[in-house]
C-alpha cells in the first residue's frame, strides 16, 4: 500500500503530538513492521516521532501486542537510574492517541503506533569490533535483568510458540507438501541438511517444554540492529523491537545474539564464503552477557553455545518455509531473498561446527 503525505497527516493527527508534520521518510530495515520516520514543526523547534504499522500477518492481535508493551516499557522506565541521564533514550517511550490509546486503528484496517525517535543513535546489520559486540552482550543481559521481576504472566503471546523447533519443523513440512511456488526443486541441499539436523536442533525445544529451563520474560528477537547503540559505538543504549516480549527462555536470545553477533557476514549475504563465526566476537557477546545475567541456572549456563546454533537453525528454517510459500512473512527485496538468508544461516551452522571444539571451550 501507498502511504502519501496526506494520509499519513491524517493518521498521525489522532496521536497525542503537537505541531504540523513536516517531512517523513521510509526505514526498510526491519522484516517486519513498516517503519516511518517523521518530523514535526511545534513553536519552531523541530520534533522527531517513530511510527510503525504493525503487521498483522505476523501478529494477529495488535491491541494485545502494544499492552505488552507499554506495560515493559513502564517496567524498565522503572528500573532505570536518573543519575545515569538519558532515560528517554534507554527505553522506547510510546505516544500515546488523543484518547490515550497506545494504538490507532485507521481506516483501512491498519494499526499504527508512534514512539519517540531516539536521536543520535546507531545500528549495526553486523558486528565490527569485540567492543561492540562485549557492549551487544552487555545489552542483551540488562534487559533480561530489567525484565527479571516482571510478571510474565500478564503478557499475551504474541506469535504462540514462536521459537519452537517442531512447530517451525511443522510449518517447513508443509510448505514442502504444497510447494505451490513450485520452488521445491532448487532446495533439496538445504532441505536434507536440516533434516540431518532435526533432533540436535530440537534440544531446547524439548527441555523447556519439559520444564527443565526456567520460564523467564524475554525479548524473542535480540537481533544485532533491534539494539540502538551510541553513535559513537561507545555504548549500547536500549532493545527495541518490543513486539515479541513474552514468557520464555533466556536461551533463544542469546541465541540470536550469537547468530547475529558472531556472523562475519550480513544475513542475506550472496557471497556464502564470506560467512564466518568470529571466534573473538563470539567470546565478547558472551562476556558481554554474562557480565549481566548473574541469574543462569547450570543447564541454561550448559547451553549458552548451543543457543546460537539452534536459533541459527530455526531461522534456516524459518527463511527456507517463507521461500517455499512464496514469501508471504517476511519483507523481501529479491526472488530468492529469503533463500539467501536460509543459506546464510546454514552456511553459519556449519562454521559453528567447524570451530566447535573453540567456541565451547572456556565459554
Ligand atoms: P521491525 O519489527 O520491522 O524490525 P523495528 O521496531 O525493529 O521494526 O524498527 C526497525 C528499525 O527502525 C530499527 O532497526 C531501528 O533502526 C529503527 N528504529 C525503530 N524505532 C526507533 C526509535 N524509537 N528511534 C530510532 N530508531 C528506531
Ligand atoms: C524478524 O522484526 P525483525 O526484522 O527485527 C523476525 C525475527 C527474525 C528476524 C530475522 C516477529 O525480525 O524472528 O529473527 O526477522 N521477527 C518476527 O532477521 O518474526
Ligand atoms: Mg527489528
Not at 508534520?21 to 522527531?48: A, C, P, Q, V, W
Not at 552482550?137 to 530489567?146: D, S
Not at 523467564?216 to 544485532?224: E, F, G, L, Q, S
Not at 543504549?237 to 533463544?252: A, C, E, H, Q, R
Amino acid at each position: 500500500m501507498q502511504i502519501d503525505h496526506q494520509m499519513l497527516h491524517e493518521i498521525l493527527a489522532h496521536f497525542a503530538i503537537d505541531g504540523t508534520l513536516s517531512s517523513f521518510k521510509f526505514h526498510n530495515e526491519g522484516h517486519i513492521n513498516t517503519t516511518i520516520f517523521s518530523t514535526f514543526e511545534h513553536e519552531g523547534r523541530l520534533y522527531r516521532y517513530t511510527h510503525q504499522r504493525i503487521n498483522t500477518e505476523a501478529f494477529k492481535d495488535p491491541v494485545a501486542l502494544m499492552k505488552n508493551v507499554s506495560a515493559v516499557t513502564a517496567h524498565i522506565r522503572g528500573k532505570l537510574d536518573e543519575r545515569d541521564g538519558d532515560v528517554d533514550r534507554r527505553v522506547l517511550t510510546v505516544i500515546p492517541t488523543r484518547e490515550g490509546e497506545p494504538i490507532f486503528l485507521d481506516s483501512q484496517g491498519g494499526y499504527w503506533r508512534t514512539y519517540r525517535f531516539i536521536d543520535q543513535v546507531r545500528t549495526y546489520n553486523r558486528i565490527e569490533s569485540e567492543e561492540i559486540a562485549y557492549l551487544f552482550g552487555e545489552a542483551v543481559g540488562t534487559f533480561q535483568l530489567q525484565l527479571a521481576d516482571f510478571d510474565g504472566s500478564s503478557l499475551s503471546h504474541t506469535i504462540p510458540r514462536f521459537h519452537d523447533m517442531r512447530l517451525r519443523y511443522d510449518q517447513l513440512a508443509a510448505a514442502v507438501k504444497t510447494n505451490h511456488q513450485g520452488r521445491l526443486a532448487a532446495v533439496s541441499g538445504e532441505l536434507a541438511f536440516l533434516e540431518e539436523n532435526k533432533d540436535r536442533g530440537c534440544i531446547i525445544t524439548d527441555a523447556f517444554s519439559a520444564g527443565r529451563l526456567p520460564v523467564r520474560v524475554t525479548h524473542n528477537d535480540t537481533k544485532v540492529n533491534n539494539v540502538l547503540f551510541r553513535e559513537d559505538g561507545s555504548e549500547a543504549l536500549s532493545m527495541i523491537d518490543l513486539d515479541t516480549v513474552m514468557p520464555g527462555t533466556i536461551l533463544f536470545d542469546t541465541g540470536d545474539m550469537l547468530r547475529t553477533g558472531s556472523n562475519t557476514a550480513e544475513e542475506d549475504t550472496l557471497a556464502l564464503d564470506s560467512v564466518d563465526c568470529a571466534l573473538p566476537f563470539h567470546r565478547a557477546l558472551l562476556s558481554g552477557y554474562r557480565s549481566k545475567a548473574s541469574f543462569l541456572t547450570p543447564l541454561e549456563e550448559e547451553l549458552l553455545v548451543e543457543s546460537g546454533r539452534t536459533i541459527t537453525q530455526i531461522m534456516a528454517v524459518r527463511f527456507l518455509t517463507d521461500y517455499l510459500n512464496g514469501d508471504v512473512y517476511y519483507h523481501t527485496e529479491r526472488e530468492s531473498h529469503n533463500l539467501d538468508r536460509s543459506r546464510t544461516q546454514i552456511a553459519l551452522m556449519k562454521a559453528m561446527d567447524r570451530q566447535w571444539g573453540a567456541l565451547t571451550k572456556g565459554a
